[in-house]
């Protein structure tokens, strides 16, 4: 009889504590709706604006600022020519070995039916939460003139400085995204067309070039695209190890500090972002444009291990075994050099062991203590503002949407060390000196594309007829947002988070400009250390921060199985 009762007061617009009817008195919840509404505008606003002059001003100031005899000198220099085309070779080189290794790799694990694919599943991972400068670090440890293969077990005088160590450097670190991205692409390829291609008669290989090979090739490309764009803002590897072998982006970087040639280093970031944002481009329309298909495609999931019918022979599983050891050796390596060179009193030279190294961590402190923090603020705005923007976007119909889903994926088409400059060009012209502020918003700026896209895909999870349920009850849209929206989406705004400071720890073009002698960070400190040849000292410092990203990472993923758990 209650509920009855309830239904009727309904039908007549009794206003019922939590609900409010539309048509029917409830003047309280109207308010509510309209001051929502009203906060929702003003987080739009404020939206454009950060967006407006953290991204789009920066990068029209810094192009308005070159002379004609800025480009004129860029464009007849063969010091810059050359540079030019060792950044298109390096780009070509290294993207294509970087996607080589990351596809067979991810055919090893995913296809070729390998003993330990679950650990082998599982360095690539580790390998790319490291910071990207100890990849050049390690190399030197490991390949220099005093390195422990080159020296120590071979006994060679040999300098691989230049473009061999740049590109074997670059390969090892940029190889994990074209695993993580061809393993989805071979994860969703249905294995009942390889398999009916077996049972009509075709051969393992024709299978691989006729089925396998032409679906993964999104795959393939995507990550081509992506890595191509990585590597040509790429500041850290050929700072440490490319010696003479000169690329835009440490031009840039030089021309600015070393030459305090604003206007040419603002030029060769032109000539650095137009095949960047060509990149970026064809990115994204082979993204919107591929995504369908492979839907489509991916339909069926792929067949266990035991029931995989067209697994690689005997021989092909034992060549990848050979391939996955070999390049998680490589990757090992480069974890026990850092060790090493930590406690060793001179690299290559007097291996006995100490302690004195460990007095740099004390002595770096406050670049330890800068990196932690500007990393955690960088990381929680970063997931903010994309938490915003996406939920502006996707989920509501305010103007501009368009426009906003372009700039805050913009900064991924832009190399690092051209943003940089843009922010230490724009921000001296405003007179705004507060280097820390800088510092946090370069990175937040720098990861914002990441973050954007992870909720946005925890977003598209969620079906919009609950936003219409809500509404419709009387929430407000910020309300929606809060009550909603981010509960449902915890796990991709959480790894947000996590990501934003794991690669924010190790950042070192974006922030290169912007770095004063009060706010120093531990990754220019590595990269000063390595110039000046003391290894022991910016191995310590390195094996530092990558201990305290390992320690996010692992706090991260238990939060998040407790999370899980607890839901």
């Excluded at 309830?6 to 309280?28: H, L, M």
């Amino acid at each position: 009889m209650d509920f009855k009762r309830k239904i009727v007061e309904v039908r007549a617009g009794a206003d019922i504590p939590g609900v409010n009817i539309p048509g029917t008195s409830g003047s309280k919840e109207n308010k509510r709706a309209s001051a929502g509404s009203l906060s929702l505008k003003l987080i739009w606003l404020s939206l454009c604006i950060l967006l407006l002059f953290c991204i789009l001003l920066p990068l029209l100031f810094v192009f308005l600022t070159p002379s004609k005899s800025d480009f004129v000198r860029v464009f007849t220099s063969p010091v810059f020519g050359r540079a030019a085309l060792n950044t298109l070779f390096e780009v070509i080189s290294s993207t294509f070995i970087s996607v080589l290794l990351g596809f067979i790799y991810a055919y090893a694990v995913v296809k070729g039916n390998i003993p330990f694919k679950k650990f082998f599943s599982f360095i690539p991972f580790i390998h790319l939460v490291t910071p990207p400068f100890v990849g050049g670090l390690s190399f030197i440890l490991l390949l220099g003139r005093q390195g422990f293969i080159t020296k120590t077990l071979f006994g060679l005088d040999v300098s691989l400085y230049g473009f061999p160590a740049l590109l074997i450097a670059q390969s090892l670190c940029f190889f994990p995204i074209s695993y993580i991205i061809c393993s989805q692409t071979l994860q969703n390829i249905d294995s009942s067309l390889e398999n009916a291609a077996k049972t009509l008669g075709s051969t393992r290989i024709k299978t691989f070039f006729k089925i396998t090979l032409p679906l993964s090739m999104p795959g393939i490309i995507a990550s081509a695209l992506y890595i191509g764009v990585s590597v040509m803002s790429d500041f850290g590897n050929p700072m440490i190890v490319a010696g003479r072998y000169k690329v835009l982006a440490v031009e840039i970087y030089t021309q600015l500090t070393g030459w305090m040639n604003g206007g040419v280093s603002a030029v060769l970031g032109l000539v650095l972002i137009i095949p960047s944002v060509v990149l970026f481009y064809f990115q994204n329309r082979l993204l919107n444009k591929t995504q369908s298909k492979l839907a489509v495609i991916s339909g069926n999931a792929h067949l266990s291990d035991g029931e995989m019918q067209n697994s690689p022979s005997f021989f092909a599983r034992i060549l990848l075994t050979l391939f996955c050891s070999f390049i998680t050796l490589c990757i090992i390596l480069q974890f026990l050099s850092i060790i090493a060179g930590s406690f060793q009193k001179l690299w290559g030279i007097n291996t006995s062991f100490t302690l004195k190294h460990l007095k740099t961590v004390q002595n770096c402190g406050t670049e330890l203590w800068n990196t932690v923090r500007f990393s955690t603020e960088a990381a929680f705005l970063s997931t903010l503002i994309a938490l915003f923007a996406s939920f502006f976007v996707f989920r509501t119909k305010l103007p501009l949407k368009k426009y906003i889903d372009a700039l805050i994926q913009l900064p991924s088409a832009v190399p690092g060390t051209l943003f940089g400059l843009a922010w230490a060009v724009f921000f001296a012209k405003l007179k705004f000196n507060a280097s820390g502020a800088l510092i946090v918003m370069a990175i937040t700026v720098g990861f914002i594309p990441f973050s954007y896209r992870t909720i946005s895909a925890s977003f598209s999870q969620i079906k919009k007829t609950m936003d219409d349920s809500a509404l419709s009850l009387g929430a407000s849209s910020i309300r929606l947002l809060f009550t909603v929206i981010i509960p449902l989406s915890k796990e991709g705004i959480f790894n947000s988070f996590i990501y934003s400071f794991v690669r924010g720890v190790g950042t070192m073009s974006a922030v290169i400009f912007l770095v004063s002698f009060d706010t120093s960070l531990a990754s220019i400190k590595i990269l000063n250390l390595a110039e000046q040849g003391f290894w022991g000292d910016a191995a310590v410092l390195s094996l530092v921060l990558t201990i305290i990203t390992f320690a996010v990472l692992g706090l991260g993923k238990l939060l998040v199985k407790m999370w899980g758990k607890r839901k």
